[in-house]
């Protein structure tokens, strides 16, 4: 004994033989008529939610390409699963008694992102340099050095920095100051996503530091504060706490330069400072 779907009910009839077919309608005609007009709750997989009136992305294309896959009006779920995507009209032929509808009022649906912590600005940079030609160089003068115990030390720090930069050297409209900061546990920073998360934030206010105490140290020159990600890669061999500046070389190769040394005395503090939370990444 096979199956055989029924299109217009959307369940299914298992296959039996002509003689049986006869015999089930000549002993209980009634019956047979019941189960043909609508078939047991227990056999139909009724959707517990249907979501419709919107546009629904599916990605389903999973080619490397800009091609968003299927875009559907609707969708069926039951037990937390798609079961069905389509039309509004066919998903809403699929409503059972208890199935919520919920209207998207034209809204984007789209499949959540499993892997949150996605560097996407790279290709984004990448792409731009490609099809504008921009220079992947980004001269100036950049720095490594580590973390203090606190943001207001961290932001003196870094103006000490750039006051003796800019004392010795004519930082030119076109040049960048680079400043990276480093994890110090000595210093309570663990891991780079502790020290990152002085300025990376979900709300803007919660950071430690933002953008107006940067733009206060550095108003008028490209001027990037950061922890990990940053404009321009240093090479492998870099010193901690030396200034180096980079230019074009031939054929525009990258030329690093030491040009002068940065001195810092660390604050002394009356009362041990709190460590930070340990965040880790998985990077």
């Given at each position: 004994?096979?199956?055989?779907?029924?299109?217009?009910?959307?369940?299914?009839?298992?296959?039996?033989?002509?003689?049986?077919l006869l015999l089930a309608a000549?002993?209980?005609?009634?019956?047979?008529?019941?189960?043909?007009?609508?078939?047991?709750?227990?056999?139909?997989?009724?959707?517990?939610?249907?979501?419709?009136?919107?546009?629904?992305?599916?990605?389903?294309?999973?080619?490397?390409?800009?091609?968003?896959?299927?875009?559907?009006?609707?969708?069926?779920?039951?037990?937390?699963?798609?079961?069905?995507?389509?039309?509004?009209?066919?998903?809403?032929?699929?409503?059972?008694?208890?199935?919520?509808?919920?209207?998207?009022?034209?809204?984007?649906?789209?499949?959540?992102?499993?892997?949150?912590?996605?560097?996407?600005?790279?290709?984004?940079?990448?792409?731009?340099?490609?099809?504008?030609?921009?220079?992947?160089?980004?001269?100036?003068?950049?720095?490594?050095?580590?973390?203090?115990?606190?943001?207001?030390?961290?932001?003196?720090?870094?103006?000490?920095?750039?006051?003796?930069?800019?004392?010795?050297?004519?930082?030119?409209?076109?040049?960048?100051?680079?400043?990276?900061?480093?994890?110090?546990?000595?210093?309570?920073?663990?891991?780079?996503?502790?020290?990152?998360?002085?300025?990376?934030?979900?709300?803007?206010?919660?950071?430690?530091?933002?953008?107006?105490?940067?733009?206060?140290?550095?108003?008028?020159r490209m001027f990037e504060l950061?922890?990990?990600?940053?404009?321009?890669?240093?090479?492998?061999?870099?010193?901690?706490?030396?200034?180096?500046?980079?230019?074009?070389?031939?054929?525009?190769?990258?030329?690093?330069?030491?040009?002068?040394?940065?001195?810092?005395?660390?604050?002394?503090?009356?009362?041990?400072?709190?460590?930070r939370e340990v965040i880790e990444?998985?990077?």
């Amino acid at each position: 004994m096979g199956a055989r779907k029924s299109h217009a009910s959307g369940w299914t009839l298992p296959c039996v033989s002509a003689a049986v077919l006869l015999l089930a309608a000549s002993v209980a005609p009634a019956a047979a008529q019941d189960v043909a007009a609508a078939p047991p709750d227990v056999l139909v997989q009724w959707p517990d939610t249907i979501y419709t009136n919107g546009r629904i992305i599916t990605f389903d294309d999973t080619a490397v390409n800009d091609n968003p896959g299927t875009i559907a009006e609707a969708l069926a779920v039951r037990d937390g699963t798609i079961i069905a995507i389509g039309s509004a009209n066919e998903i809403a032929a699929l409503k059972g008694e208890e199935t919520e509808v919920i209207d998207l009022q034209g809204m984007t649906m789209m499949p959540a992102f499993v892997h949150s912590h996605n560097h996407i600005q790279g290709p984004a940079e990448q792409k731009a340099y490609d099809l504008f030609n921009l220079p992947e160089l980004t001269p100036g003068y950049y720095l490594n050095t580590g973390v203090e115990w606190t943001s207001k030390e961290i932001l003196a720090k870094v103006k000490a920095a750039v006051d003796q930069l800019r004392a010795k050297y004519d930082v030119a409209e076109e040049e960048w100051i680079g400043i990276q900061l480093f994890e110090d546990p000595d210093k309570g920073f663990p891991t780079i996503a502790t020290a990152s998360n002085l300025m990376g934030t979900w709300v803007d206010a919660d950071a430690e530091i933002r953008q107006d105490d940067v733009d206060a140290i550095v108003p008028d020159r490209m001027f990037e504060l950061t922890v990990a990600a940053t404009v321009q890669e240093r090479p492998d061999d870099a010193k901690r706490d030396v200034w180096y500046k980079l230019s074009a070389g031939e054929g525009g190769a990258p030329v690093w330069e030491e040009v002068m040394e940065f001195k810092w005395e660390p604050w002394v503090y009356d009362q041990p400072v709190e460590k930070r939370e340990v965040i880790e990444t998985n990077d």
